[in-house]
């Protein structure tokens, strides 16, 4: 949550920062083979410095799961918060073995620390393109929470930035490095095609009245007033419902939808041509965002129209997350939740002469597991509503099949590897700027369908920058 409006000029550190990064690339690329470099590779990888901006909840899980990744090395956080969620985020790297320095403003940091090389920024989401712009420009490469920001005029300005620097920009949508999300996508979908023609999408997060309450102002240690206003905040409300605000952030759909929506059009492979939506403040009118929003997308692929629905509400649980991909011959659910994740065989679907599925090959082959059906009794007599009940049901019942995939032990570790992977030229970015921008596109402009009460067509130039 730390923050001021002004950006640094690229310091002769940054230019540092960024040879010594270009470098680092190199290696990692097999570009440079000096014995002394190859030599201290076998070693382990050379330490990249990092810093985080805003150590709340989200920015101190970030901050777990990347020390976990070899070489990562944290030397500095940035909260304004100091006497809470900074000294939390202090304490806690002390103890992992990171004595990192705590700054109040990020500019100070930037000035102070000139051998830092990345930055992980996870302020409230009207921050983050002047934290990332002045991170790029500083010559460091950024991995940025998600809403990409709540301006996407703001977020265009990222984009250019890490164009303009040459300095890598990763936007916080983890499923794209999730082991079952790629699973899914490159070999259920992509390669086996198990869907047949995707017709139809759905996808929800709900959320209880729990969570979802408003926070009111912190009993100890508040950031006093005279900071609140010169980082941008009315009050500690404003600061600790951030989200809910439309100077700060970009409401449940923002803050929840934007990770599931971006899936969408990845698994298509396509970008929506319209959103209708329709929401409201019809519960929390401590608010000033919509608190459920329901939305429907069109796209249009080789194959056929495909309508996406998404919902997100603020008064239950109901179901919880995740997102629903139906075609023709099967049905694929996924979420960051294992236990939810399977796929289900039409039942038109014929058994082959031996009694095997068709999509045994891919069982066969590591992709799929089948999951065995329940043994019923037949003869056992069935009351009237049950044989009412069994009109409706499919006949025969579904194939089910679970993904043949270790669960993962951390859900934002895998996207933090990646970033820290492409920094040392071993990959490419699973989520760099642009695709950000195409995903906060999609999801920002649902509140604006609402406002508007009307259709809202997309242009292929809304998506480019």
Excluded at 100 to 108: E, N, P
Excluded at 393 to 419: R, Y
């Amino acid at each position: 949550m730390s923050g001021s409006h002004a950006e640094p000029s690229r310091s002769a550190a940054g230019v540092k920062r960024r040879d010594f990064l270009r470098s680092a690339a190199a290696v990692g690329a097999g570009l440079v083979a000096a014995p002394t470099i190859l030599g201290a590779e076998k070693a382990g990888p050379a330490p990249i410095n990092v810093a985080v901006i805003g150590t709340g909840t989200q920015g101190r899980v970030l901050v777990e799961q990347a020390r976990k990744i070899e070489g990562v090395r944290f030397q500095a956080v940035c909260d304004i918060w100091k006497d809470w969620s900074l000294r939390r985020a202090t304490r806690l790297l002390s103890r992992l073995g990171h004595p990192a320095k705590g700054y109040i403003d990020y500019r100070d940091m930037l000035e102070d620390q000139a051998d830092l090389q990345a930055v992980i920024v996870a302020t409230p989401d009207w921050m983050h393109a002047e934290h990332t712009i002045a991170c790029l420009k500083a010559g460091l490469h950024v991995y940025c929470e998600k809403e990409m920001s709540n301006d996407l005029g703001k977020a265009r300005e990222m984009v250019l930035a890490a164009r303009e620097t040459g300095n890598l920009l990763q936007i916080g949508h983890q499923r794209r490095s999730n082991p079952r999300y790629l699973h899914a996508k490159h070999r259920l979908l992509d390669e086996a095609h198990l869907l047949g023609r995707i017709t139809h999408i759905y996808g929800q997060w709900n959320r209880s009245i729990a969570k979802t309450a408003p926070k009111g102002s912190a009993k100890t240690k508040p950031v006093d007033q005279a900071a609140l206003a010169k980082y941008g905040y009315q009050d500690m409300f404003h600061l600790l419902n951030w989200r809910w605000f439309t100077k700060h952030g970009g409401g449940p759909i923002a803050d929840l939808g934007s990770h599931q929506i971006d899936i969408y059009g990845w698994f298509l492979d396509a970008r929506p041509v319209y959103v209708v939506a329709e929401g409201g403040r019809d519960y929390w009118d401590q608010y000033e965002w919509y608190d459920n929003v329901l939305a429907i997308y069109r796209f249009d692929t080789p194959w056929g129209v495909v309508r996406a629905f998404y919902q997100t509400l603020s008064t239950t649980t109901g179901r919880g997350y995740f997102e629903t991909f139906m075609g023709d011959e099967g049905t694929l659910q996924i979420s960051e939740k294992a236990s939810k994740c399977r796929v289900f065989a039409e039942p038109h679907l014929a058994h082959e002469e031996n009694g095997n599925h068709p999509w045994e090959p891919w069982a066969e082959k590591g992709y799929i597991v089948r999951v065995p059906k329940k043994k019923t009794d037949a003869n056992k007599p069935k009351t009237p509503a049950d044989a009412i009940l069994a009109m409706y049901a499919p006949s025969p019942s579904p194939d089910e099949f679970k993904f043949n995939i270790p669960v993962e032990k951390s859900l934002h570790q895998p996207h933090l590897a990646n970033f820290f992977g492409a920094i040392r030229g071993k990959c490419k970015l699973n989520c760099p700027a642009e695709v950000g921008y195409e995903t906060a596109v999609q999801v920002l402009k649902v509140n604006e369908a609402i406002a508007g009460g009307e259709k809202l067509h997309f242009k292929e130039e809304d998506f480019k920058v």
